[in-house]
């Protein structure tokens, strides 16, 4: 069983930066597509950004595109997710989820997930 655990969360001023790291477990990180998805309070859990396996082509939700950077690091089995230009409303809780099928956007296709990092953004 693959594990999954986010950390680079916390609190930051609008306008500010955070980067985010995700470690999985396991040999077959390489051949993993990988996500990162948000939840904010009372609202649904919603797709933030993912990078396929091969290629290291990238996908954003329009919310985000232009602030936010997906990469990874297969040598050492961690997804990060650089957040530039933070807003009030990226305030949520952050998961990472491995080993994605397509479409990429959806929660429903992913295998794994981390236990989540929260991060905060005051205005």
């Known amino acids: 069983q693959v594990h999954a655990e986010e950390s680079g969360g916390g609190l930051v001023q609008a306008g500010g930066s955070l980067r985010l790291s995700c470690a999985s477990s396991?040999?077959?990180?390489?051949?993993?597509?990988m996500g990162w998805f948000r939840q904010a309070p009372g609202k649904e859990r919603e797709f933030v950004a993912a990078i396929r396996w091969t290629g290291g082509s990238a996908f954003y939700s329009d919310s985000v595109k232009g602030r936010f950077t997906i990469s990874r690091d297969d040598a050492k089995n961690t997804v990060y997710l650089q957040m530039n230009s933070l807003k009030p409303e990226d305030t949520a809780v952050y998961y990472c989820?491995?080993?994605?099928?397509?479409?990429?956007?959806?929660?429903?296709?992913?295998?794994?997930w981390g236990q989540g990092t929260q991060v905060t953004v005051s205005s």
């Open positions: 989820a491995g080993a994605g099928n397509y479409p990429l956007n959806q929660a429903k296709n992913y295998g794994y």
């Open positions: 396991g040999r077959a990180f390489s051949t993993y597509n």
